[in-house]
């Protein structure tokens, strides 16, 4: 075999494999990875009955904190708030997702009946007193509406700030994201919190970001696709020959857009393997990714999931 032909970027000799490539354009950020000709059909495995149940939780987690912290950045949801109980706490589960519908519906009715993105995730409180939620919302609304929408308690709620000089609010709504993505990300990883069950996180209806899939022959093809698309070069870019650990095949991750002075924009990712388009985790097990923007407050780690189911 050539060298050429032993490079994973060369060009490719089966036109049925080839590197595919999602992009989601409103939050500037995308990854793709190289699919060979020959590809496993993966069967279903029902709930609870993976036979590495660890190993499932962390690569479903990864998918919901992708979808998350790209749902954030898409709808520039860069104010971060929280909601507390008063008194002992509430450690219903259910009713903490009843009482945070209401809170958005009244919240709706109060700022003029229009539909708003917003995002939230259930938190339980190490002190145990119970559950609190962590919401993100991309417009100013005045602190007494929150209040009154919330009689359970107590609320704060800041714009993402202290950034660089420059900074745009794609770049806060990065930030805000991220943090929402790494409360969702302990929901997988904490047996209790586990209980939560479907109900790790929910978002706004009607406000998905589009998506955008492209093909091609190479890693440098679908990445001047995709910044052809957006009229622009990514500012930061990962891909899995960076890695010693990584096992999956080749792997790509980009960002555009944003604060080029702050790097990634500083979406803030949660440590561990990370996940390809096939959906395979690519870092062996209790090992770290090498992503150059590991640890919080900077790049998202590329936890890509599936370009045909996402």
């Known amino acids: 075999m050539s060298s050429q032909s032993s490079h994973p970027f060369a060009p490719l000799a089966r036109p049925d494999a080839g590197w595919s490539f999602t992009l989601v354009p409103a939050a500037g950020e995308g990854g793709g990875s190289f699919r060979t000709s020959l590809r496993r059909k993966p069967a279903y495995v029902a709930r609870g009955q993976a036979s590495d149940p660890e190993r499932a939780a962390a690569e479903a987690a990864r998918r919901a904190r992708t979808r998350l912290r790209r749902y954030c950045a898409a709808n520039v949801l860069n104010r971060l708030g929280t909601l507390t109980y008063r008194g002992e706490g509430n450690h219903d589960p259910a009713l903490i997702r009843d009482h945070l519908g209401l809170f958005f519906r009244d919240l709706r009715g109060r700022l003029g009946g229009d539909a708003f993105p917003y995002a939230w995730v259930p938190e339980w409180h190490k002190s145990g007193h119970g559950l609190h939620a962590h919401f993100a919302v991309g417009r100013f609304i005045k602190r007494s509406m929150i209040e009154a929408a919330w009689p359970h308690g107590f609320i704060s ?151 045909h189911t996402g």
């Not at 420059?166 to 991220?178: C, F, N, Q, V, W």
């Not at 047996?191 to 998905?208: I, K, M, N, S, T």
């Not at 990445?223 to 792997?251: C, R």
């Not at 985790?281 to 999931?305: M, N």
């Open 157 to 307: 709620i800041k714009l993402m700030g202290n950034l660089p000089v420059g900074s745009t609010p794609l770049s806060e709504a990065r930030i805000a994201g991220g943090y929402l993505a790494k409360y969702v990300a302990k929901t997988f990883a904490d047996p209790v919190a586990r209980d939560l069950g479907a109900h790790r996180y929910d978002v706004a209806e009607g406000f998905q970001p589009d998506r955008l899939r492209f093909t091609g022959t190479s890693r440098e093809d679908v990445l001047a696709q995709a910044s052809a698309h957006l009229s622009a070069s990514p500012h930061s870019v990962w891909d899995s020959a960076e890695s010693e650990d990584w096992q999956g095949p080749p792997t790509v991750w980009a960002q555009w857009g944003g604060d080029d002075a702050h790097g990634s924009g500083g979406a803030g990712c949660v440590g561990g393997a990370v996940v390809c388009s096939s959906g395979r985790s690519g870092a062996r097990a209790g090992s770290r990714s090498t992503h150059p923007c590991e640890g919080a407050g900077s790049a998202p780690a590329p936890d890509h999931y599936s370009t």
